[in-house]
């Protein structure tokens, strides 16, 4: 059985990295194309060499764009590459540009495509993610469900898919990497003691590209007094220095994008998480991290349901009273965590065992 893997983005390839090693370890023979649509070292290769996975058989360098270059670029580049090679299946992570134009080029092929994280929904239609995760469901064959929630979610669309509830794959990479986080330095590298700080992360259009919702982000963080520490996304750097927006001599402290234990160890000894990212929220609850979610809606309702996770949308009051409140409830909230609903970090064993079984 030939099976490709098509990631694109740094999500998609922390979701996938335990399948790829499981893969290896069961000898199903897995090979990852590349989009290329995260191109950039910090956001992408160092990545794949921190998991230790496989070079990419075949990177499309699809780059940047918008949603719809992105998209049509990589299904027309993707397609001469899937006829050339006609694998036998088709897995497609997550719920990037990547993830839909890797699902819709082999579904018009005939190719069948198996979706991981399926079933994730935020109802937030303006929302890039949610298109893509929404389409990809119903025209996947297999859907690998990291929920309950997400399961139900697939069975009241009525998806014509096989669900199986296998568990979330991000939190297989997370409990992998735990020796690695307790060990790593980067708090003295960049002078933070434990519980000492906030962590703040932004990436997503509608956080970052409108100049006076970004400014009015900041300003609710800056207006809190918290030590912030804001390890940039490279989108959020450019729109900044566009805007001529400058954080110096304030109490958020802009550094380089991180890897991924280094990112891990900073959240797990923070205060608390403010984020706009669908993983740091998982990473947060794992963490055991109160998580601030700068945004309407959360495909993630398990941790907000739990009492963790606070969402405020870009508002800057909604945001400077969240954050008020996590100080003032941080005793009460840290002790909310104890059920998961994200299953057992034994996901990628399922899921290989799934796809051998129908070899």
Not at 34 to 43: E, V
Not at 173 to 202: H, K, M, S, W
Not at 222 to 241: A, C, G, V, W, Y
């Amino acid at each position: 059985m030939s099976i490709f893997l098509i990631l694109g983005t740094r999500p998609q390839i922390i979701k996938s990295a335990p399948i790829v090693l499981e893969s290896s370890k069961q000898g199903l023979d897995i090979e990852i194309v590349h989009t290329g649509q995260h191109y950039d070292y910090k956001l992408s290769q160092v990545f794949l060499e921190e998991f230790s996975l496989p070079d990419p058989v075949i990177n499309l360098d699809v780059g940047s764009g918008s949603h719809a270059f992105q998209t049509a670029e990589i299904i027309l580049r993707l397609e001469k590459v899937l006829m050339a090679n006609r694998p036998s299946l088709v897995i497609v992570p997550g719920d990037a540009n990547s993830a839909l134009a890797g699902g819709l080029a082999p579904v018009k092929l005939g190719i069948p495509i198996a979706h991981l994280e399926a079933g994730a929904r935020s109802y937030e239609m303006r929302m890039a993610e949610e298109i893509n995760r929404r389409l990809l469901d119903h025209c996947s064959d297999i859907l690998f469900a990291p929920t309950v929630n997400c399961k139900d979610n697939l069975e009241k669309e009525s998806v014509m898919g096989r669900i199986h509830v296998t568990g979330d794959t991000m939190f297989d990479v997370f409990l992998r990497f735990q020796e690695e986080v307790d060990g790593c330095n980067v708090l003295d590298q960049i002078g933070l003691a434990p519980n000492d700080y906030t962590l703040l992360t932004l990436h997503r259009a509608e956080n970052v590209d409108d100049a006076k919702r970004l400014r009015g982000i900041l300003n609710a963080i800056q207006d809190s007094k918290l030590n912030t520490i804001f390890p940039i996304h490279p989108r959020t750097k450019n729109r900044m220095e566009a805007q001529k927006m400058s954080l110096e001599d304030t109490n958020i402290r802009v550094i380089e994008p991180l890897g991924y234990v280094e990112i891990l160890s900073l959240l797990k000894n923070s205060v608390m998480l403010l984020t706009d990212s669908g993983g740091l929220q998982k990473e947060a609850f794992w963490s055991k991290t109160p998580c601030i979610t700068i945004r309407e809606r959360t495909e993630w309702l398990e941790t907000v349901q739990i009492g963790v996770n606070k969402l405020t949308g870009s508002d800057p009051d909604r945001i400077y009273q969240a954050i008020n409140e996590v100080k003032e409830r941080y005793d009460e909230i840290k002790n909310r965590f104890e059920f998961n609903p994200f299953g057992d970090g034994k996901s990628s064993i399922k899921i290989i065992k799934i796809l051998k079984e129908i070899q």
